[in-house]
């Protein structure tokens, strides 16, 4: 069962809408600047001299070229997916062996999706056109026999379950009888032989098998609601068990060892999500397996090779772990003990799980990939996945909490420049994108890079960041420019309380929702912040929901609950969108826009920018006209950053 790809039943199905606004801070940033519709380079102006211990731009934001690392099901081999001619190809190495080699020749597109299915072979999906077409390819783990396993024409292939404990078998989502629909097929490598096993009625977005591979459980949505589908063997039809609209939540994880009853993350009837055992036969919650009194509860791990629950993950105010077994917390704790201060996560294990992949991240590290024996308790560094940064030179991002005005506890994170008293700083205050995601404790490049720059940086967790109960979930619905707002502003004041801030030096930059909020927080405490930086962030809520994608509208009752309606709250939508609020911002701002925006469109952004202008405002307005949501041209992003670091030491000095 491949869990990665389930996708959660119930609240956070509003994720959508995160998703929707989210970027990745790793290929963000950019920016071009225009003044008046001119077209000017920063460049020359914002390449300032590094002065001592500051590191370069493109250094933070540089993409590792190593991803996707897995290890073979003998634990022999490890591979990874890196540049090969200009296109991201499989490598393989053995174990102890410094040589890797690619074992892919991929020319005219990148490959993504690969797994191993044995200690000899791979299999890919290589695309074929733009338009959604695949092939699934065998392929030896010297680079050849390469096979093509689907020679279907004109399909489209999704991995929907490798079935480790079935050999030579996979299934697999096709959409041969429907281009717009993936049915779910079982699939052999050896023949290629094929059978439908699950029909797609249309409104399926995951399907879940059990131990011995049968698909038994489907997941369907329209978008507010979500329902749990259940038959007892491939012979019967699909039966409704649950359905529960997008505030609640019920996630399958896999099934129990008997293959009767099945696991699940839900938060029905409770306000935090738990582990529970769920009974089939009546769709009744049986066993509550794993509470967290603070936080949710993520997901469930389990050994295939001795039957048996393992680990519950959670995250505080960093990843946890509550053990359901002696064994795997005796494995943890020789890792950590080896591995000190350090986000350990297991992403991959040989069949016999006596070896496995490690990868070590901190607030300070990207990644180091670790081969581990268990048996010889033996730990082998594998990669380094950003050689090129010392981590001795970052800093520490810290864990801190404070409350907000009406009595909520506001969890988030403070990073200090590396050598600093820790008192009377210029701050930046970072809201997170989404909103409905949250911070965590790991490396954002973004943050090291202020504060490399001599700059605290403060993020917070505001209200509607996951993680932390269905309730505070709720508490941002309707509350975009409000309580939502208020809980960022009340971070600035408690830095000032506790002397961490100098009152005269705070900015607001955030990317995307926070983006927005860096607006709203010029529009509403414009004697708090003395400049903002906005990337990429909606100045307009009232089009942003009227411009809700087609493909979505099934969720625009979700949206019209969360955000608002434009139609019963109109008037309220235009009173927390900065560009109807223009008047109230008079502290410099500089704002991010990429020309290809489709959810922030250059035009609003334009709109606000000519309004800024002609009041007064010192504005600094930077369009790449290539780019979307968010940067992607290295060149692009690390201009960006090089001219928001002279803006920020300009208005903060």
């Known amino acids: 069962?491949?869990?990665?790809?389930?996708?959660?039943?119930?609240?956070?199905?509003?994720?959508?809408?995160?998703?929707?606004?989210?970027?990745?801070?790793?290929?963000?940033?950019?920016?071009?600047?225009?003044?008046?519709?001119?077209?000017?380079?920063?460049?020359a102006g914002a390449m300032a001299m590094l002065k001592d211990g500051q590191i370069p731009v493109s250094d933070f934001f540089k993409t590792p070229e190593k991803s996707g690392f897995r290890i073979s099901k003998g634990g022999t081999y490890f591979s990874y997916l890196a540049p090969h001619e200009g296109k991201l190809?499989?490598?393989?190495?053995?174990?102890?062996?410094?040589?890797?080699?690619?074992?892919?020749?991929?020319?005219?597109?990148?490959?993504?999706?690969?797994?191993?299915?044995?200690?000899?072979?791979?299999?890919?999906?290589?695309?074929?056109?733009d338009k959604g077409t695949f092939q699934l390819v065998q392929v030896d783990k010297d680079g050849k026999n390469e096979k093509d396993l689907t020679p279907f024409e004109g399909v489209g292939i999704q991995m929907i379950d490798e079935l480790p404990e079935i050999p030579d078998e996979l299934i697999l989502g096709i959409n041969q009888r429907n281009r717009h629909l993936f049915d779910a097929y079982r699939f052999n490598i050896k023949t290629g032989d094929t059978k439908m096993v699950a029909e797609n009625p249309g409104d399926i977005n995951s399907w879940l098998t059990d131990h011995k591979g049968h698909v038994r459980i489907a997941m369907s949505t329209d978008g507010v609601e979500n329902t749990l589908l259940y038959r007892p063997t491939e012979q019967d039809p699909f039966k409704k068990m649950l359905t529960t609209d997008f505030k609640a939540t019920i996630t399958p994880l896999f099934f129990d060892f008997d293959n009767k009853n099945v696991y699940a993350v839900s938060n029905l009837d409770t306000d935090k999500t738990a582990i529970v055992l769920c009974d089939l036969s009546n769709g009744q919650i049986v066993k509550t397996i794993y509470k967290n009194p603070k936080v949710d509860v993520s997901s469930m791990a389990y050994s295939r090779q001795r039957k048996v629950l393992t680990t519950v993950l959670f995250t505080d105010a960093k990843q946890e772990r509550h053990f359901l077994d002696k064994e795997a917390e005796s494995l943890y704790a020789d890792l950590e003990a080896k591995l000190p201060n350090y986000d350990?996560?297991?992403?991959?294990?040989?069949?016999?799980?006596?070896?496995?992949?490690?990868?070590?991240?901190?607030?300070?590290?990207?990644?180091?990939?670790?081969?581990?024996?268990?048996?010889?308790?033996?730990?082998?560094?594998?990669?380094n996945i950003s050689p090129w940064m010392n981590t001795d030179n970052l800093c520490e991002m810290k864990p801190i909490s404070y409350k907000s005005r009406d009595g909520y506890t506001i969890n988030g994170y403070l990073t200090l420049p590396k050598g600093s008293s820790g008192k009377n700083l210029p701050v930046i205050v970072n809201p997170h994108g989404g909103p409905w995601t949250r911070d965590a404790w790991n490396y954002r490049s973004h943050v090291q890079f202020f504060a490399n720059r001599g700059y605290a940086v403060l993020q917070m967790n505001y209200r509607g960041s996951i993680g932390y109960g269905r309730q505070f979930w709720k508490a941002s619905f309707g509350e975009w420019g409000g309580t939502m707002q208020d809980d960022i502003t009340d971070g600035a004041k408690w830095l000032i309380s506790e002397g961490i801030a100098d009152p005269k030096r705070i900015g607001i930059y955030g990317a995307s929702y926070g983006g927005y909020a860096s607006l709203m927080g010029l529009v509403k405490e414009p004697d708090l912040f003395a400049c903002g930086v906005d990337y990429v962030g909606i100045n307009n809520v009232f089009a942003f929901m009227n411009a809700i994608p087609k493909q979505m509208e099934a969720m625009n009752d979700m949206f019209s609950e969360m955000v608002g309606s434009t139609e019963k709250d109109s008037l309220k939508l235009v009173a927390v969108s900065p560009i109807y609020q223009a008047k109230k911002i008079t502290k410099p701002l500089l704002i991010a826009q990429g020309g290809k925006d489709r959810r922030v469109v250059q035009t609003e952004t334009d709109e606000l920018v000519k309004a800024l202008k002609k009041q007064g405002v010192e504005i600094e307005y930077f369009l790449k006209a290539d780019e979307g949501h968010g940067f992607r041209n290295p060149k692009n992003r690390d201009e960006f950053f090089n001219v928001m670091e002279a803006f920020f030491a300009k208005h903060l000095k």
């Open 1 to 43: 069962m491949n869990n990665t790809l389930l996708q959660n039943m119930g609240f956070k199905t509003g994720l959508f809408l995160a998703l929707l606004l989210g970027i990745t801070y790793g290929c963000g940033g950019g920016g071009e600047a225009l003044s008046d519709g001119d077209d000017n380079s920063y460049n």
């Open 89 to 129: 190809n499989i490598f393989v190495q053995k174990i102890g062996d410094k040589k890797p080699a690619p074992i892919t020749k991929e020319t005219q597109k990148d490959l993504g999706g690969y797994t191993w299915i044995n200690d000899e072979q791979l299999i890919f999906v290589r695309a074929t056109d």
């Open 344 to 383: 350990l996560v297991i992403t991959g294990a040989s069949q016999k799980e006596d070896k496995f992949l490690v990868r070590a991240q901190s607030d300070r590290s990207m990644g180091i990939y670790y081969f581990y024996d268990k048996n010889k308790k033996e730990l082998t560094e594998l990669a």
